[in-house]
């Protein structure tokens, strides 16, 4: 009741306001209006949570439907009729269809402009959901490759213009490729117009950080705060000269957290998200969501605002530009990731467990961790889905649930010590090429970089020269693969990967970047590999049109479409197993993570009954049943069973 009389109070005067505007579009503005009303109550809960306690509470409401009129009218006709589409289709990124690349602009292409020269390769490849690492204005010394963002309406002038990127967005929109950008909401750079304001003394933008004139408050919040980067520095506080005060730093001391407790802070980046909406953006990735709230005695992260801040996000979306959604980034316990996932806030998610999880089977060659949390742990609501990746451009992270791993006999702590040795090339017989990040030397924690191949065994095998030793690498590097394009969500693959990209350690050689291990994968795209593209002798040719054949195959099998992984016991200790149904089609993928032959009794297979055939998809092969089933060193099968 309370909603809808502030939404009765403020709605007539915004229509006073843009009366010549909205008599231009009757029919839209209806559609606009519906849409409003149908997710005011849901904002005006939220925001109510947030900041119902302000004396100016309704002031607050008042600019955000006008920011949001605002932001609507400025929609183009085409991103509308997008809205339009997406209304018939909402669930379009449960299908089986979507498949998702991730690059930076300035390694892969150089230039923003010259990324529509390569739409072609994308479609070759199969890839409909592009992701664009930050390409924002940002300070030319620090920015955390890219996440220190010092205009959210600019682009970095050494990649190009916010026209481009408009440009780029409706090209791969009409070949049917959505884009994907980073939202990054935690903070902004130290370089900001807001934090320039704030150190000349502006008490209203510094009201919009975190700042205290003295260590009391921060060390009472230190006290519970764990450190990020500890390599870099220690602490979450950093002293600005020019304000004379201290101020909240999660991650660098140049990127400065933003206040949320402030509600002029939440209009101003909505402001910001909606600009990047109408430019053509349809899902955006929630940066470092877990740390949006600050709250005294506790580690400030996932708090419960931090919900509800994404929930009012997601319903201001819906009101203005539907078509758009979020995507959650939370490294954080597996519980609390699947907090965040949930269609009004962040429809999709980045599945950290099972990227985890997929190399701690790869280096142990038992699956009896990997299966026990996906058992318990994959599960997601209705309308949402993950987004299966084994490498981006952060480390690896060993994420597991230390109740998992007790659960199965693991020791947490020693186990994390035996991936770090094992995935850094120091454990005996390890395969991997992996490069230490951030080592915390008061906790033995410890996360890993590197490329897909080099991790897979791919450059230690080349360097010995051994055929073997690259088949093997090879068929680690495809049974990933395969298990990321069979497996319930988005696959999304890191370019440079689909062509067995290796480490490049030239990042040592550049100051700016060689006290961050994470640009030994962030490699420049080599594009003279085109050329292997074309020679069938190469592995970068078998890579890459295994990939196609990858991509295309899991397009033709609707119960790859999202319906949950159900994992499935095989009976043996190496072999990972789950199923993927879809109406009448049902699919047993199983993925041998051991380099030796393992037999399976057919015996296993779920629902197989007299008359059932079995056809391995994978491999275009019809089994014999009533004998084992065969699964050779590091080989998957997706085996469907029809009557």
């Not at 994907?180 to 009201?207: C, I, P, Q």
């Not at 430019?279 to 470092?288: C, S, T």
């Not at 991997?432 to 410890?446: K, S, Y």
């Not at 056809?615 to 009533?626: C, F, I, P, R, V």
Request: hydrophobic share 40%; glycine share 6%; aromatic share 12%.
């Amino acid at each position: 009741m309370q909603a809808r009389k502030s939404l009765d109070r403020i709605l007539p005067a915004m229509e006073a306001k843009f009366e010549v505007a909205l008599a231009r579009q009757p029919e839209q503005w209806n559609g606009f209006k519906q849409r409003l009303e149908r997710a005011w109550p849901r904002l005006f809960r939220d925001l109510h949570a947030l900041y119902g306690w302000q004396y100016d509470f309704f002031y607050t409401l008042e600019q955000l439907v006008l920011l949001a009129m605002r932001a609507w009218l400025d929609r183009s006709a085409e991103l509308r009729d997008l809205d339009t589409e997406r209304a018939a289709t909402p669930h379009w990124f449960l299908s089986e269809q979507v498949c998702g690349a991730v690059l930076y602009v300035d390694l892969f292409s150089e230039k923003l402009a010259r990324l529509s020269d390569h739409i072609a390769y994308f479609k070759t490849l199969g890839i409909n959901y592009l992701h664009l690492m930050p390409l924002f204005a940002v300070p030319k010394a620090d920015n955390d490759g890219g996440y220190a963002v010092s205009d959210y309406r600019a682009i970095n002038p050494d990649v190009g213009t916010m026209e481009e990127l408009a440009a780029l967005s409706a090209a791969l929109r009409r070949e049917g490729i959505s884009l994907v950008l980073d939202f990054v909401f935690n903070h902004t750079a130290d370089e900001h117009y807001w934090a320039r304001k704030a150190k000349a003394g502006d008490s209203e933008y510094m009201n919009y950080y975190w700042t205290f004139p003295d260590r009391t408050l921060p060390d009472q919040f230190q006290r519970h705060l764990r450190d990020i980067f500890p390599t870099v520095r220690r602490g979450s506080f950093t002293w600005c000269e020019e304000m004379g005060r201290w101020v909240w730093t999660t991650f660098n001391s140049f990127q400065w957290d933003l206040n949320y407790a402030n509600p002029e802070v939440f209009r101003a980046m909505a402001e910001e998200m909606l600009f990047l909406a109408n430019k053509g953006v349809e899902v955006f990735r929630l940066d470092a969501v877990a740390f949006i709230w600050k709250r005294m005695g506790t580690d400030c992260e996932n708090q419960p605002e931090a919900h509800t801040l994404i929930s009012a996000f997601n319903a201001l979306v819906q009101i203005v530009a539907p078509s758009v959604i979020f995507k959650s980034e939370a490294i954080v316990h597996p519980d609390e990731v699947v907090e965040y996932i949930h269609p009004h806030q962040c429809q999709l998610s980045y599945n950290p467990l099972l990227m985890a999880l997929l190399w701690e089977a790869l280096a142990t060659r038992e699956v009896k961790l990997l299966a026990y949390a996906m058992r318990h742990r994959s599960r997601i609501p209705e309308g949402c889905t993950w987004v299966n990746y084994l490498r981006c451009h952060d480390d690896i992270g060993w994420t597991f649930a230390d109740e998992d791993a007790r659960a199965v006999g693991i020791d947490p702590g020693g186990h994390r010590h035996f991936l770090n040795t094992f995935y850094t090339g120091r454990f005996p017989g390890a395969f991997a090429r992996g490069v230490p990040f951030q080592f915390n030397p008061d906790n033995g924690d410890l996360r890993v970089s590197g490329t897909l191949s080099s991790l897979a065994g791919l450059e230690d095998a080349l360097e010995k020269g051994d055929p073997e030793w690259i088949e093997l690498a090879v068929r680690r590097i495809n049974l990933l693969r395969s298990i990321i394009a069979s497996a319930g969500g988005i696959p999304l693959l890191y370019l440079g990967d689909e062509w067995g990209m290796l480490n490049d350690y030239t990042f040592l050689t550049d100051p700016a970047k060689a006290g961050d291990s994470r640009w030994v994968h962030r490699c420049k795209r080599r594009w003279e590999a085109r050329k292997d593209l074309e020679d069938s002798d190469t592995l970068e040719w078998r890579f890459f049109h295994e990939m196609v054949k990858l991509f295309k195959l899991r397009k033709s099998i609707p119960a790859f479409r999202n319906g949950g992984l159900e994992v499935i016991d095989t009976g043996n200790p190496h072999v990972f197993g789950y199923t993927r149904t879809q109406d009448s089609q049902k699919v047993v993928v199983v993925c041998n993570f051991s380099e030796y032959d393992q037999a399976l009794d057919a015996g296993w297979l779920p629902t197989l009954g007299a008359g059932s055939t079995v056809s391995d998809l994978l491999h275009g092969e019809q089994l014999k049943t009533a004998h084992t089933v065969v699964l050779e060193g590091y080989r998957a099968r997706w085996l469907e069973i029809s009557r």
